[in-house]
């Protein structure tokens, strides 16, 4: 299971949960118009705090930062390569933890687990 959600279907699904009947009943004694506006306010307050001000478990940006970090160059023999000099090479290994790692760096967090 991945941590990687949408923010846009979240947001979705909570207004769509204050229009359901049960929201509904939760308003108590009071007009459906006074009902409206609690629902609306606690959904917008749900979403500021909840969903828009929640970290990302995915960061592009540090995805390809990170493998900046990892290239290297190789001086090819092989299959017609006459020594010629490749740049900017990644492992795949390197490639796929740092995408499952979402652009954090934790080569020190997976170390430590060893000792």
């Known amino acids: 299971m991945s941590d990687l959600i949408s923010r846009k279907a979240v947001i979705q699904d909570i207004k769509d949960l204050l ?30 705090i909840c969903v828009k001000s929640a970290k990302t478990a995915y960061d592009v940006n540090k ?14 023999y092989d299959h017609g390569w006459d020594g010629q000099t490749v740049n900017n090479l990644l492992c795949l290994g390197d490639v796929a933890d740092i995408v499952r790692g979402g652009g954090r760096d934790e080569s020190n967090q997976n170390h430590n687990k060893d000792l």
């Open 63 to 76: 995805v390809m930062d990170r493998m900046e970090t990892v290239t290297f160059t190789a001086d090819l």
């Open 19 to 48: 229009k359901s009947p049960y929201a509904h009943s939760q308003c108590g004694e009071v007009s459906e118009s006074a009902g409206y506006l609690i629902r609306k306010e606690m959904a917008e307050t749900i979403i500021d």
